[in-house]
């Protein structure tokens, strides 16, 4: 049976150029791909080339080689991943020696970490060994921004402590000398600070937890009252020299 023919008032539509039709193909793909990509990850030397990073989405992740650490994109910051202590690298030292993530410091009469605290972490884990000092002496703590101890005479606390089979209990008078956060005993010690929110702009608190030799134990609370960011801090001792190695964590 032949076929008719069309007598519609709408003529027919001729078929599209191959060629359009093979455009249209690849731009559905595309858009598709766009739309579901894959999580993507990056590699930096330091935060210096994290920071620099273009190119990234909400989930992607990069390792950072400087601190063994692993970071995640939220969308508008790289933000660490996963849970725990975070080693952190110090931007440069006063008195010391940045190796790895570690500073150390022999026989100086002060020794300052700078750029440790920064928005990545609210709150920040440091470890201070003390390996000698050159005489009994406390060693204190200040708060640092941009390479300047703050002496504002907003620092206080309490100190409880042993030594031997006493205890004691003290409101050092630390005001513009910074914390007491180890007593000067021995000349092994060992102390462990936990601060909050060094980097923003509220009141800063913290504790210090302290051993020194088979003497002397202790817990320090920590306050500054002050509503400043901080980057740092150092450590003096009251008198002489001390020799040592410090470290920093962010606490995710």
């Known amino acids: 049976m032949p076929l008719g023919y069309f007598t519609g008032s709408t003529p027919l539509t001729p078929l599209r150029d191959p060629f359009n039709v093979l455009v249209d193909a690849v731009n559905g793909v595309e858009t598709t ?6 999580i993507q990850t990056f590699r930096w030397a330091d935060a210096t080339e994290r920071a620099a990073q273009t190119g990234m989405v909400a989930g992607d992740i990069g390792y950072q080689i400087d601190t063994d650490a692993v970071y995640r994109y939220t969308g508008s910051a790289w933000r660490p991943a996963g849970s725990g202590l975070v080693p952190v690298r110090p931007a440069s030292t006063a008195g010391g020696t940045i190796s790895g993530t570690s500073v150390t410091f022999t026989t100086v009469g002060s020794v300052g970490v700078n750029g ?6 609210d709150n920040y884990l440091i470890t201070i ?7 009994v002496v406390d060693v204190n703590m200040k708060l640092r921004a941009s390479g300047s101890d703050n002496s504002s005479s907003a620092y206080s606390g309490v100190k409880f402590y042993a030594s031997g089979t006493s205890t004691t209990v003290t409101t050092p008078a630390t005001g513009t000398g910074g914390w007491a956060i180890d007593a ?8 462990t600070i936990e601060i909050r929110s060094p980097a923003l702009s509220t009141p800063t608190i913290g ?21 400043s ?6 450590l ?3 008198s002489g020299t001390i020799s040592g190695v410090i470290r920093v964590y962010g606490r995710v």
């Open 116 to 121: 440790c605290f920064t928005s990545d972490f």
């Open 207 to 227: 504790w210090s937890d302290f051993v020194g030799g088979s003497a002397y134990v202790g817990k320090y609370n920590l306050s500054h009252s002050v509503s």
């Open 129 to 135: 060994d003390i390996s000698a000092r050159s005489s």
């Open 229 to 234: 960011a901080f980057d740092g801090f150092s």
């Open 184 to 191: 000067g005993g021995q000349s092994r010690a060992f102390a």
């Open 236 to 238: 003096t001792p009251t």
């Open 33 to 38: 791909v766009s739309d579901t990509r894959q």
